[in-house]
């Protein structure tokens, strides 16, 4: 399926062309539970403030949060030594940062709006039985403290129940302990580090690129978005 699709991502004041990886890469690190007042603190700007609704990922105040959180550095450092053992090098060090919350997440791609980037997520909550599933991929990655992963952000994706096929809004109603924060950062898609190790071939279609007003994925010669219940491509529109 990546074969057939194509990225058009913004690169400085233009448009570009490149390949959508299939490789997500993943482990786990060794970093400490947040402390109890700063997880309780989450869970009521989760509820009070962003209002989460089941599938909704949205972020948290990080700037807050580093002042209360004395292992925030570690978990920076444990992020910047895998992503090092990948052959990184330190691209992480230069790369936007944010905290993230999610109550589960339906299938989606972020590639018309991060099209120029890889996403690299570390995951602070404890395993609640939820995976992330990339449906074109097959990779099913079980979500607990210290998971990490590093993935192509136009590759379909999404937050579900370990037992699920798919995404059900029932299986996040309200209730269920089952919201997950994560680090996240946007490395640069055209870091020759980070293109060797997701693999992506740039200017795959110029003609294309060159017609374009936004970002977008196309599949098979035309604009695609994804189902979110399934995470199937299908026509954009």
């Given at each position: 399926m990546s074969d057939r699709l194509t990225s058009y991502f913004w690169n400085s004041t233009a448009l570009?062309?490149?390949?959508?990886?299939?490789?997500?890469?993943?482990?786990?690190?060794?970093?400490?539970q947040p402390p109890a007042r700063l997880m309780a603190d989450w869970e009521r700007d989760i509820a009070e403030t962003l209002f989460l609704?089941?599938?909704?990922?949205?972020?948290?105040?990080?700037?807050?949060?580093r002042m209360r959180w004395p292992d925030h550095k570690r978990c920076v450092q444990a992020m910047r030594e895998w992503t090092q053992a990948l052959g990184l090098?330190?691209?992480l060090a230069s790369s936007d940062i944010a905290l993230m919350a999610c109550r589960?997440?339906?299938?989606?791609?972020?590639?018309?709006?991060?099209?120029?980037?890889?996403?690299?997520?570390?995951f602070v909550s404890e395993d609640k039985g939820l995976d992330?599933?990339?449906?074109?991929?097959?990779?099913?990655?079980?979500?607990?403290?210290?998971t990490v992963l590093m993935f192509d952000t136009a590759q379909p994706h999404a937050v579900i129940r370990r037992d699920a096929s798919g995404f059900d809004a029932e299986d996040f109603a309200a209730g269920r302990?089952?919201?997950?924060?994560f680090l996240t950062w946007e490395l640069p898609i055209d870091n020759a580090d980070v293109a060797r190790a997701l693999r992506?071939?740039?200017?795959i279609d110029p003609s294309t690129a060159s017609r374009l007003n936004d970002e977008q994925v196309w599949l098979d010669g035309a604009r695609a978005s994804v189902c979110p219940a399934s995470g199937r491509w299908r026509a954009a529109g």
């Open positions: 570009r062309s490149r390949s959508v990886s299939d490789i997500v890469l993943s482990g786990t690190v060794d970093v400490p609704e089941p599938g909704d990922v949205e972020p948290l105040p990080l700037a807050r949060a090098k330190d691209v589960g997440a339906r299938y989606h791609h972020d590639g018309e709006q991060y099209g120029s980037a890889a996403f690299c997520n570390l992330v599933h990339f449906p074109g991929t097959g990779h099913r990655i079980p979500l607990a403290r210290g302990d089952c919201s997950q924060l992506i071939a740039f200017d």
